[in-house]
């Protein structure tokens, strides 16, 4: 099994940014991708961006495409996801995930994810 691990998380004002960091560990050898959700209070958890284990390919929901980056450090079994001018909207708890199934594009759907990390707030203030 794969565990995770999410920090970084925090109050930041509209504009700021802030670095999310989740640390895997476990069998982290069958990690084909990993992903970053969140969901806010009464909506559902929804796709923020996601990166191969191997071939770095990315890909990002559109509301965040441009203000949000994600990477990994395979030495440190480390994805990280970059927030840059963060909005009201951007408030939520974030999840770390990751996708043991073999693929090879990095999926968008909860439902490819198999282990989930306990989540970290962030809050972003008007």
Request: hydrophobic share 35%.
């Amino acid at each position: 099994q794969v565990q995770l691990v999410e920090s970084g998380g925090g109050l930041v004002p509209a504009g700021g940014s802030l670095r999310l960091s989740c640390a895997a560990s476990g069998r982290t050898f069958d990690i084909y991708a990993m992903g970053w959700f969140r969901q806010a209070p009464g909506k559902e958890r929804e796709f923020v961006a996601a990166i191969s284990w191997t071939g770095g390919s990315t890909r990002y929901a559109g509301s965040v495409r441009g203000r949000f980056t994600i990477s990994r450090d395979n030495a440190k079994n480390t994805v990280y996801l970059q927030m840059n001018s963060l909005k009201p909207e951007d408030a939520a708890v974030y999840y770390c995930a990751a996708d043991t199934s073999r693929t090879i594009v990095p999926s968008i759907s909860v439902n490819s994810y198999d282990a989930w990390g306990q989540g970290t707030q962030v809050t972003v203030s008007s």
